[in-house]
């Protein structure tokens, strides 16, 4: 048998992840894309166009990941890549209109609403939660498994939304 305060704690984990899923499938139904692509439509619209490389570097993405995020959002016409005449070695991406569009329809993200709540706590508080969670993932031999700050159940370049 399960210890109530085990059972209690490990209900909250299957909430996270229940509404993780929820969220997901909801962002892709209203827009077709994964949260990890969403966020790299972000941070598009913020910073107007950037190259693969500093957007990894900016959300702690792999390059790799990002590069295969771009592929996708490409064949969707939601980025455009494009070299410049003075370095044809960089390749920049840029938002599209369809890619505006997408992000101007697309639901609050789950971090979107976390972020907005977590910052609104005290200082005391927001340490005593990252402590929590940092032990859980050691609890859960989760604690070296590199991870983006974005909440998203699926891995980050997959090539759609998850089923």
Request: glycine share 4%; aromatic share 4%.
């Amino acid at each position: 048998m399960i210890e109530p305060r085990t059972e209690s704690a490990l209900r909250a984990i299957r909430r996270v992840l229940r509404a993780s899923e929820m969220n997901e499938k909801r962002l892709a139904g209203a827009t077709g894309l994964t949260p990890s692509q969403l966020v790299v439509l972000q941070e598009l619209a913020r910073c107007g166009e950037s190259t693969a490389g500093a957007i990894s570097n900016t959300l702690h993405f792999s390059h790799a990941a990002v590069t295969n995020m771009v592929d996708r959002l490409e064949e969707r016409a939601f980025v455009a890549r494009e070299r410049r005449d003075h370095d044809r070695r960089q390749v920049w991406v840029k938002l599209t209109p369809t890619g505006k569009e997408a992000l101007s329809s697309a639901p609050d993200v789950m971090q979107d609403t976390f972020r907005e709540q977590f910052e609104k706590l005290a200082d005391w508080e927001q340490a005593m939660i990252v402590a929590m969670l940092e032990r859980l993932t050691s609890l859960l031999n989760a604690d070296t498994i590199d991870a983006a700050p974005v909440i998203d159940a699926g891995v980050l370049d997959r090539a759609g939304p998850a089923a």
